[in-house]
């Protein structure tokens, strides 16, 4: 006996707000110390891995100030998902990202308790709010 499946109903595609600056990403041995000048950014995100150490921040006074031979890349601009985010909702990232990858644009994601945020590199920024918005997602400037 075969059952029938019923189309899933399109769920409302959430806003994004495209948040101000420039942000970096910064790439440590997974036991260094993160260099006390990022915690001068109001946007900080840290993720320690066995692996890795990542660091991501707003851009402010701290770009010349990052220690040379610490891996570093820069330029990159910051979309937040507008939330809070029930964790009953799916597909909100995979959504955005699959939308991303058909344009071939890079994307490197953080998620907190309340909400997403998707990074790409400032040149890519009009593409990827062009690309959002042909899928039906209204993206908000600065």
């Not at 006074?61 to 220690?67: E, F, G, K, L, T």
């Not at 042909?134 to 400037?141: M, V």
Request: hydrophobic share 35%.
């Amino acid at each position: 006996m075969s059952v029938k499946k019923e189309p899933l109903m399109e769920e409302k595609k959430p806003t994004l707000s495209v948040l101000k600056g420039r942000f970096n990403i910064l790439r440590l041995e997974k036991d260094s110390k993160v260099p006390s000048e990022v915690f001068e950014s109001d946007f900080v995100s840290i993720t320690q891995t066995p692996d890795e150490l990542s660091v991501v921040f707003r851009e402010s006074n701290v770009q010349s100030s990052i220690p040379s031979g610490i891996r570093a890349e820069r330029g990159w601009s910051c979309l937040k998902v507008e939330g809070p985010l029930d964790f009953s909702l799916t597909g909100i990232l995979a959504g955005i990202s699959s939308a991303l990858a058909e344009k071939r644009i890079s994307i490197f994601t953080i998620s907190t308790y309340d909400t997403d945020y998707i990074l790409v590199k400032e040149t890519d920024l009009e593409r990827t709010s062009e690309a959002l918005a042909n899928e039906g997602y209204k993206i908000r400037s600065p």
